[in-house]
């Protein structure tokens, strides 16, 4: 089993910046598609923006413009740059790893953003 560990969440005030990282416990990294995800109370777990092997990234449209996804094969991890935080981007986010036959998920950080 792949572990994925989260790490970066915190408290921010609206219009700050917060980066997440992914750290992913396996050699195999490089072909994993990555992923974001995100939680709140009550709510589905949504899909915040996405990377394949390759490169090609995918966002929800209510963070286009404003966060960056990316990923390090070298240092087998995945990094969200979240900036011009808004209160709704509170929650839980989940980091996700998968290939055929494969999905991880990470325990998830907690992202609060708050005056």
């Known amino acids: 089993q792949v572990q994925l560990v989260e790490s970066g969440g915190g408290l921010v005030q609206p219009g700050g910046s917060l980066r997440l990282s992914c750290a992913a416990s396996t050699i195999m990294f490089s072909i994993y598609a990555m992923g974001w995800y995100r939680q709140t109370p009550g709510k589905q777990r949504e899909l915040v923006a996405t990377i394949s092997r390759d490169g090609l990234t995918n966002y929800t449209d209510s963070v286009k413009g404003r966060f960056t996804i990316s990923r390090d094969n070298a240092k087998n991890t995945a990094y969200l740059q979240m900036n011009s935080l808004k209160l709704e981007d509170t929650a839980v986010y989940y980091c996700?790893?998968?290939?055929?036959?494969?999905?991880?998920w990470g325990q998830g950080t907690q992202v609060t953003v708050s005056s």
């Open positions: 996700r790893g998968w290939v055929p036959r494969r999905d991880d």
